[in-house]
């Protein structure tokens, strides 16, 4: 089984990608999965059981946190891991083909990274991607898309600035994320030779 990741900046079109390769590789015969490490998340389920704000406070990015909340995030995050382990394992015995995901433990850790400043987490053991994809996207386009972050540019540039650094550290492929959604799924089927 292929794993695919791809990540970036929170509306740099990860979601739409991701869709566009799941239908084009169903459209092939293939059994897809569709993952999302935010969603997968055992901090996202634990404070969906305690949170009772509205479906609007629920989707607002968290853009501080104190030293508890960032220690937390890296003891969840190590959960996680060992979790998605356990569901690669379960799908390759059922045989799926592929395994989309849609933010990857990559963008857990660049998360962890931007609330501490020094995470220190860049050697994570983590599963490696069989294709490692980064949608490195201007904030400023960002910003100009309907769907707009709630943070802001000042919080997609610093973000930007350590997405770009550890793109490096992991060998992530960059693809330019500031063309049409359908320059980008091209590139995207050269990379994965689909």
């Known amino acids: 089984m292929k794993i695919i ?16 390769l799941k239908n084009y590789l169903e459209s092939q015969g293939k059994r897809v999965f569709c993952f999302h490490a ?3 998340g055992i901090a996202n389920k634990i404070s969906g059981l305690f949170s009772k704000k509205s479906s609007f406070e629920k989707n607002k990015s968290i853009a501080a946190a104190n030293f508890f909340q960032i220690w937390l995030r890296k003891i ?8 998605f382990e356990k569901l690669v394992k379960k799908l390759e015995k059922e045989g799926y083909d592929y395994l989309l995901t849609d933010r990857y433990f990559y963008d857990s850790i660049i998360n962890i990274e931007y609330l501490s400043e020094n995470s220190n987490l860049s050697a994570a053991k983590i599963t490696k991607p ?22 802001g540019i000042e919080y997609l540039k610093k973000k930007k600035e ?13 693809i330019d994320g500031n063309r049409s959604k359908e320059e980008i799924f091209e590139e995207i089927k050269k990379e994965g030779h689909f």
């Open 76 to 83: 969840f995050l190590k959960i996680d891991i060992f979790r």
């Open 130 to 151: 069989s294709i490692a994809i980064y949608l490195q996207t201007d904030p400023k386009m960002i910003m100009q898309r309907e769907k707009k972050p709630d943070q």
């Open 38 to 40: 935010i969603q997968f």
């Open 5 to 20: 990741s791809i990540s970036g900046l929170d509306g740099s079109g990860k979601s739409t990608q991701i869709q566009l």
């Open 162 to 174: 350590i997405y770009d650094r550890y793109a490096k550290i992991w060998n992530l492929k960059i």
